[in-house]
């Protein structure tokens, strides 16, 4: 099903982000997750697309075509275009194609230094245009976007205005970038929708269950730590079963304060942890 037309029919669309293993030996591990997944009846499961990564050895199309097949699951493969030429870009849309995938979110990638920059694409909104051009309609079209800003830009208000952009593309449904704070969330969706973009936006939330993710994941993403979340991190950061216990409830408070708001849609970031996935899913499952 193209998940557009999800948002139309159901109030929140409920998906779940994971991402490829490293190594093809280690393929299977991620259909085990995927059965385990099964009992949080998602409405579809992203597939992450590794940065910088060869069209031959990145398993996004592999793993997504999968999903679909082996457990009736509705599948988003992630595309970006920083490290791609337009050969390289319409090579994938085909082997999505031939996959019968029928929905993907197009990224830009980060800008890492001394990576290959092919200088086909600048920005998402540029993949989109193509993927348009070539996909005879066959697949959908969803992109990312910024509660707090994307960190190149200099106000949220650029960034917004840059968003529109890829909403003049084709890009029918947008997935947040994880935050903490659901008030700025709810602010950037004000903002966005005063300057005109009116497509579902899908809230991005990760429960933060242990310490190597505080220093990893939070600090990339920039995202802001409000007082109630830090405070959290003081107390449980050297228990790792407690820590464990308390991200699991913040995240599950986040997302019911959300849908009680009325959200277009829940992303969970579950890290390939089926049972984070789980515990979140039994905590906010009357709502969905
Ligand atoms: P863009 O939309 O191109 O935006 C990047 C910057 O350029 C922003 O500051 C924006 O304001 C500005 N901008 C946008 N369009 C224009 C324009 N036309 N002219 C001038 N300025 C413009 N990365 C991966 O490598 N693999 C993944 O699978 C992946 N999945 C993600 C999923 C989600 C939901 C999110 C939120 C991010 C994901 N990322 C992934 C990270 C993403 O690639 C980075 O955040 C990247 O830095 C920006 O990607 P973008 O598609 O938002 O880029």
Do not use: W
Request: net charge negative; charged share 25%; hydrophobic share 40%.
């Amino acid at each position: 099903m193209k998940i557009p037309e999800m948002f139309q029919q159901k109030k929140p669309v409920f998906s779940m982000e994971i991402f490829p293993p490293k190594k093809k030996a280690n393929i299977d591990s991620i259909y085990e997750t995927v059965e385990k997944l099964k009992v949080c009846d998602p409405d579809f499961i992203s597939v992450t697309y590794g940065a910088g990564g060869s069209m031959t050895d990145n398993y996004t199309c592999e793993i997504a075509s999968n999903i679909k097949k082996r457990f009736g699951i509705e599948t988003l493969a992630h595309l970006t275009c920083i490290n791609s030429s337009r050969e390289d870009v319409k090579e994938m849309i085909g082997r999505f194609q031939a996959a019968d995938i029928k929905n993907v979110l197009t990224l830009r990638g980060d800008i890492v230094p001394d990576q290959d920059i092919k200088k086909d694409f600048h920005h998402a909104n540029e993949l989109a245009i193509e993927v348009q051009r070539k996909c005879n309609d066959d697949l959908e079209i969803l992109g990312a976007c910024y509660p707090e800003g994307h960190y190149e830009s200099k106000s949220l208000d650029e960034d917004i205005q840059n968003l529109k952009y890829k909403i003049g593309a084709g890009v029918k449904v947008l997935i947040s970038q994880l935050f903490f704070d659901n008030q700025l969330f709810y602010e950037f969706v004000g903002k966005a929708r005063m300057m005109g973009i009116n497509v579902p936006v899908s809230a991005g939330i990760m429960p933060i269950i242990n310490s190597r993710q505080i220093e990893r994941t939070v600090a990339l993403s920039g995202a802001s730590l409000p007082h109630d979340f830090t405070k959290m991190i003081g107390l449980y950061e050297n228990k790792p079963e407690e820590l464990f216990e308390a991200g699991i409830q913040y995240a599950s408070d986040q997302i019911r304060d959300l849908i009680k708001s009325g959200v277009d849609g829940i992303h969970l970031y579950i890290m390939n942890n089926p049972k984070v996935a789980l515990r979140v899913y039994d905590n906010i499952k009357d709502l969905l």
